[in-house]
């Protein structure tokens, strides 16, 4: 069955640390991916998204993401991350082969002023 | 351009009661979403709606959920008789298309339930 996996359930940094948020997706053929975000009190939205072309995808308020397709991972980075990014963050998967959109249980950040 | 609107942002019932939730997506989204997220879980598909037309229902639990988007603008999904386990918040979202090669899905704010 089509999955999305975000292992880190709860990432706790200091403001200025680097982030990585893992994402793996499982195999089921051409698929596109999104890193979505939900602030304190505020509804889901889009941070960015891979299609096709280059792998290095960069979004909103200096996020990025690499599509590894040998690893089935579609990782959020961000160098230098600031309080405001508190915040749950969500890796999903639309796979063109069931036309269905399918989300990772979401990874909970929270940043140390 | 205004935001995806749902109503209402909260609502407690006792299990077996019934209820309604309500949304309206962005002005010329063709697609809209239901979602039911669980505390501690992501988004899971409910049904997917393109136009008036279902496009995926294969997640809704069809003895008990059931949602319509009769003129392809505004929609309603109705729980009927509620669980205990039905207690989420249900989430809606639009697109202008549904491969979201545009801006992507559109949220609202949901709809937080609890069944007592």
């Known amino acids: 069955a089509q999955s999305v996996s975000q292992h880190n359930h709860h990432v706790i940094l200091s403001e200025a640390a680097s982030l990585e948020l893992g994402c793996n997706y499982s195999?089921?053929?051409?698929?596109?991916l999104f890193w979505y975000v939900q602030y304190p009190g505020q509804h889901l939205q889009l941070l960015l998204k891979?299609?096709?072309?280059?792998?290095l995808v960069k979004g909103i308020k200096g996020f990025e993401a690499e599509f590894i397709k040998s690893k089935f991972s579609f990782n959020l980075r961000k160098p230098s991350v600031q309080w405001s990014d508190t915040a749950e963050y969500f890796c999903a998967a639309l796979y063109s082969s069931a036309s269905k959109i399918i989300f990772g249980s979401g990874t909970r950040l929270s940043i140390r002023p | 351009e205004a935001g995806v609107a749902q109503s209402p942002r909260y609502k407690i019932i006792e299990k077996r009661q019934s209820v309604a939730f309500w949304c309206n997506p962005i002005s010329g989204h063709a697609t809209l979403y239901w979602y039911q997220q669980i505390l501690g879980q992501g988004p899971k598909l409910l049904i997917q709606?393109?136009?008036?037309?279902?496009?995926?229902d294969s997640q809704l639990p069809k003895d008990r959920f059931s949602a319509e988007r009769l003129k392809g603008v505004d929609s309603t999904l109705k729980i009927q008789p509620a669980k205990l386990e039905d207690s989420a918040v249900y989430l809606c979202a639009s697109s202008s298309s549904p491969g979201l090669a545009g801006g992507g899905q559109y949220f609202g704010p949901g709809t937080r339930l609890t069944v007592l």
């Open positions: 709606f393109q136009n008036n037309g279902v496009v995926d």
């Open positions: 891979y299609f096709s072309g280059d792998p």
């Open positions: 195999y089921g053929g051409t698929v596109n």
